[in-house]
């Protein structure tokens, strides 16, 4: 069944087959609690006879959100505690995120900020909030990059991006604008030149960072629409969650940032799982993740490797995790690991 709208209910998600009538019930729970949302792009990207489909995954809610464990958190990697107006998180010395929206096209069963975005979160900034949010940045020189995240960025009219962006321009000190979106691979369309004007409307250097976590959602479709990006001169880079029964396989891994790469799309940062509520399905471990990212090292081009990290909770921000491939063995002496896993003596013995 092809769907025309956004699915939002759990009689949606039933209509369009993409759960069964007698999950309702446990599902309608889960919606209770979680915003859902699913384009009609990503509905016809679920593979319906496989029930462990990578995008369903994704997507389409579970019971086992319901399910919460004593380490997870409702603001995992700390925004709160680094947020001094409304939409501002001031975590690093040289750069903000101004979240204006709290919504999205699509919900991702694993967000972070899985209590914060949808009808039942924060909203969008009003505009003396967004005042207050903008003076914010203006009062600090030493902010060099605003992010623009949410919610999703790109779900706000171009009029709307392009007064942002205005007011932004209007910040010497700013340096830097960058765009966090899914928008380029479930709604496609957006990606008009409407759209692009507003991006380009600024006289900063502009950045959009795709969220994607598996090589089909790079359709021909999000290949033209990021395509259309870059060819206006906008830089495009990736970002990625690692999460069990959807990437965390290495020849997923290697064919999803090969395929960014394909598309003009450096890869940037791959995430291990954040401890958001609920969401203890997705995460594996982080000597499983190690493995993954070693593996690609051999397996694909220098330019296909992300960087992996985790958000130290608590709002501490972001850590390497990628495990060592050297070890100092005293004297000078390191211990030197191969794509293979053997070992090698640097500076080597004669």
Avoid at 4 to 14: I, M
Avoid at 90 to 103: E, I, M, N, S
Avoid at 127 to 134: R, T
Avoid at 248 to 262: Q, S
């Amino acid at each position: 069944m092809t769907a025309h709208r956004p699915l939002r209910t759990a009689g949606d998600l039933v209509e369009a087959g993409l759960i069964d009538a007698s999950a309702e019930e446990a599902i309608a729970r889960v919606a209770s609690r979680y915003a859902i949302a699913i384009s009609p792009v990503v509905a016809n990207l679920i593979d319906r006879t496989d029930p462990q489909d990578p995008i369903s995954r994704q997507f389409v809610p579970d019971a086992a959100e319901l399910t919460l464990t004593p380490e997870e958190r409702a603001d995992p990697i700390g925004d709160g505690a680094h947020s001094p107006v409304s939409g501002i998180v001031h975590r690093y010395p040289d750069r903000v995120l101004l979240k204006a929206v709290h919504v999205c096209p699509v919900y991702c069963r694993f967000c972070f900020r899985r209590e914060m975005v949808g009808p039942q979160g924060l909203g969008t900034l009003t505009p003396s909030e967004l005042d207050a949010a903008i003076a914010y940045i203006s009062e600090h020189p030493e902010i060099w990059e605003v992010i623009l995240t949410g919610g999703d960025p790109l779900v706000l009219s171009p009029r709307r991006l392009q007064e942002i962006l205005e007011r932004l321009d209007a910040i010497a000190h700013v340096k830097v604008v960058r765009f966090h979106t899914r928008v380029p691979v479930v709604e496609p369309h957006r990606i008009d030149a409407d759209l692009i004007a507003a991006l380009k409307s600024s006289g900063k250097a502009t950045y959009v960072a795709l969220h994607a976590n598996h090589p089909r959602e790079l359709t021909a479709e999000a290949r033209a629409a990021a395509a259309r990006l870059i060819d206006a001169g906008i830089v495009m880079v990736s970002q990625s969650v690692l999460l069990k029964g959807v990437n965390d396989d290495p020849e997923v891994l290697a064919e999803l940032m090969r395929a960014f790469v394909e598309t003009r799309i450096k890869p940037y940062y791959l995430h291990h799982p954040d401890l958001a509520p609920g969401t203890s399905h997705f995460r594996l471990t982080i000597e499983k993740g190690q493995a993954l990212v070693a593996s690609l090292r051999g397996r694909v081009s220098g330019l296909c490797q992300p960087t992996y990290i985790l958000d130290i909770p608590g709002g501490h921000g972001k850590a390497v995790i990628s495990a060592s491939a050297i070890e100092a063995e005293g004297g000078g002496c390191y211990t030197v690991t191969d794509f293979h896993g053997n070992e090698h003596a640097y500076p080597p013995k004669s």
